[in-house]
């Protein structure tokens, strides 16, 4: 059984859904003027060139199923990015004593030309937070990721003192 020192979600990216429904009507689009251009033209080796515009169009449509899987055990924070579902690609792994500031993202301040951005978020928006550390192979870092209120608690007790946040879950009330 995993103890109370881990977290784990999995946020889907949500900003590129206008790129990931272009790409599918331009795709079908293209696909069927080649198949309907075939038949009418008698050249039923295009065909094949409309068999494999939509398995491209099925690719791309799956390849941009983008999601991020946060992990925190003890003080280690990984970020995860998951391709289609099945792919998983590491992106960073950080100790949380290594933040040196954390936040809301419209709170945030300007980051230096030199530092590293890892985008790791659903949507850069109100929800989306921001933490910046050193980082041993990127050098200063931040991080732009969207955590829930489970992790942001746990954030709250486990992070260094100097940072100065603090969280308190949203509470619903009920109608009566």
């Known amino acids: 059984m995993l103890g109370s020192d881990y977290r784990e979600l999995i946020v889907p990216k949500l900003d ?37 515009l939509g398995f491209g169009t ?22 995860t990015k998951i391709l289609a579902q099945s792919k998983r690609k590491p992106m960073l792994t950080v100790s949380l004593t290594k933040f040196t500031a954390f936040g809301s993202l419209q709170q945030a301040e300007n980051l230096s030309q030199s ?11 109100e929800t989306a937070f921001f933490a910046d550390f050193d980082h041993s192979d990127y050098g200063q870092t931040r991080l732009i990721w969207t955590p829930n209120d489970d992790i942001l608690l746990y954030l709250a007790k486990h992070l260094p003192r100097s940072i100065g946040f603090r969280w308190e879950a949203k509470t619903e009330t009920a109608a009566e």
């Open 115 to 125: 530092a590293t951005t890892v985008l790791a978020c659903s949507q850069q928006d």
């Open 58 to 79: 099925w690719y791309l449509w799956v390849q941009n199923s983008i999601e991020y899987e946060y992990i925190i055990s003890g003080d280690e924070l990984q970020i």
């Open 16 to 52: 590129n859904h206008a790129k990931k429904f272009g790409m599918l009507i331009g795709g079908i689009a293209l696909t069927a003027a080649v198949v309907l251009f075939s038949l009418l033209s008698g050249r039923f080796l295009l065909l094949l060139i409309g068999a494999a």
